[in-house]
């Protein structure tokens, strides 16, 4: 065999040869192994990630307001405050989407609610609403009129009221209610039936 210096070690070219291809070996599967846990760990953030993420509510306010008043009123069916606010809710849709299967919804609701309390308000000015929808205009009239014996400090009523009487061309006591939903509640509800009042006015 070859002479070594003192303190090492002559390998021969097969020995070489043979550690060369261990070490290959180790590395190749050092590398292999984090490849492997590295996609395991991308793996599993993507499935964490997929997991937690929850598709976009995509409803309208009035949608998810709906669901939630159903859902008080499959608790108990005879909450006449939510059979009054469903009955609105119907009538919202309605102007939402056209479809005029929701006046028959709201009506039935509301009509619900006054079976179970008579003087109801909210469900004796939404019969209103509905009437003037279906240019029901005297109706909707004497169910606003109603509405404020209820409650006469309610800004709604006068707002049905004061429509009712411009759709019939009664405008001196139209204008009467609109000045007086205006004095109740300034705002965008009173302010848009001024200016109607004023552009029939000229």
């Known amino acids: 065999p070859p ?3 003192e303190g090492t070690v002559t390998l021969t070219g097969g020995r070489r040869l043979a550690l060369s291809t261990i070490a290959l070996v180790i590395v190749a599967s050092i590398i292999v192994g984090l490849q492997v846990r590295g996609t395991r760990g991308l793996t599993g953030w993507h499935n964490t990630v ?5 598709a976009p509510d995509t409803r309208s306010p009035v949608e998810r307001q709906l669901d939630t008043v159903q859902a008080q ?4 069916p005879n909450d006449v405050k939510a059979l009054g606010q469903l009955g609105q809710i119907y009538l919202q849709r309605a102007r939402e989407t056209g479809d005029p299967a929701y006046y028959t919804k709201s009506e039935g609701v509301l009509r619900r609610a006054l079976a ?3 003087k109801d308000l909210l469900a004796t000015s939404g019969l209103g609403s509905l009437a003037l929808s279906r240019h029901r205009f005297a ?3 004497a169910l606003g009129r109603r509405a404020e014996a209820i409650s006469p400090t309610t800004t709604r009523n006068y707002g049905v009221i004061g429509d009712a009487l411009l759709e019939l061309g009664r405008y001196d006591e139209a204008f009467r209610a609109i000045d007086k939903l ?3 509640r300034p705002g965008l509800a009173a302010y848009a039936r001024v200016a109607h009042a004023r552009e029939l006015l000229g």
């Not at 997929?50 to 929850?54: D, I």
């Not at 009123?73 to 108990?76: F, G, I, T, W």
């Open 50 to 54: 997929g997991s937690s993420n929850t």
């Open 116 to 118: 179970l309390a008579p």
């Open 3 to 5: 002479v070594a210096e």
């Open 182 to 184: 205006a004095k109740l």
């Open 139 to 141: 109706a909707g009239l």
């Open 73 to 76: 009123l499959r608790q108990n």
